[in-house]
């Protein structure tokens, strides 16, 4: 039974493309987060959701769209793909305590290809 | 400079040897200190857990956080194949949701 499940696990498209990720948790979790691991392996964090409200929004491009319907599920949404978008995409949830330090549970990755 | 800096490797050691992977932190807010392990195209999952400084054993596992000097450690004993991944430190401040991840040092254990 998986926690944490992103559609799809692999993306290939054109430069200029608009496509969509999706997240969702089945661990009763109030907040969800997105994460960009780059070629390096490097994983740094994009936005964050609690209760379908946005609490954490990093330098990312206005092309990156993130949308909550509820809080079990967070969506990607990226406009006008570049070059530069390839990567592999990781949701992730936490129970949202505020005194911080929440074990976050990540998915398996959506790996984004940009040709 | 990054806020974390973790030396990515390759680390490749035989098994059975005792592996000491570290990250040091410019940052002295950050309270929480996790060691996450990610399979290859897998997403990471937490393997360690420390608040503040000390250590923390779970079986072959220590983590080690010592605040004064910036630096934290994560040390495997008698490793085995199946420890082969990518260990990536993380660290948040007190109050906040957001991690702070290392680059990741990838792990290979030899038989």
């Known amino acids: 039974d998986t926690a944490v499940s992103q559609t799809p696990k692999y993306l290939v498209t054109q430069m200029g493309n608009d496509k969509s990720i999706k997240c969702e948790q089945n661990?009763?979790?109030?907040?969800m987060y997105w994460y960009k691991q780059d070629s390096k392996k490097f994983l740094k964090i994009m936005f964050s959701?609690?209760?379908?409200?946005?609490?954490i929004n990093e330098t990312v491009p206005n092309r990156f769209s993130p949308k909550s319907p509820d809080k079990a599920h967070l969506n990607l949404h990226i406009n006008s793909l570049e070059l530069g978008d390839s990567a592999v995409y990781f949701c992730?949830?936490?129970?949202?305590?505020?005194?911080?330090?929440?074990?976050?549970?990540f998915g398996p990755g959506t790996r984004l290809t940009v040709l | 400079q990054k806020e974390v800096e973790q030396d990515p490797g390759p680390l490749s050691v035989p098994e059975g040897a005792i592996v000491s992977l570290n990250c040091t932190y410019s940052n002295s807010a950050f309270q929480y200190f996790m060691w996450y392990r990610q399979y290859s195209r897998k997403g990471p999952e937490l393997l360690m857990y420390?608040?503040?400084?000390g250590n923390k054993e779970d079986g072959r596992f220590t983590a080690q956080v010592d605040k004064s000097s910036k630096y934290i450690s994560l040390f495997i004993r008698d490793s085995q194949p199946s420890d082969s991944a990518t260990y990536l430190c993380?660290?948040?401040?007190?109050?906040?949701?957001?991690?702070?991840f290392g680059q990741g040092t990838r792990l290979t254990i030899n038989p």
């Open positions: 992730a949830s936490s129970q949202g305590g505020t005194s911080g330090g929440d074990t976050q549970y």
């Open positions: 661990l009763g979790h109030d907040t």
């Open positions: 959701y609690n209760n379908k409200e946005l609490i």
């Open positions: 420390t608040y503040s400084s």
């Open positions: 993380a660290m948040s401040k007190q109050g906040a949701q957001k991690l702070v």
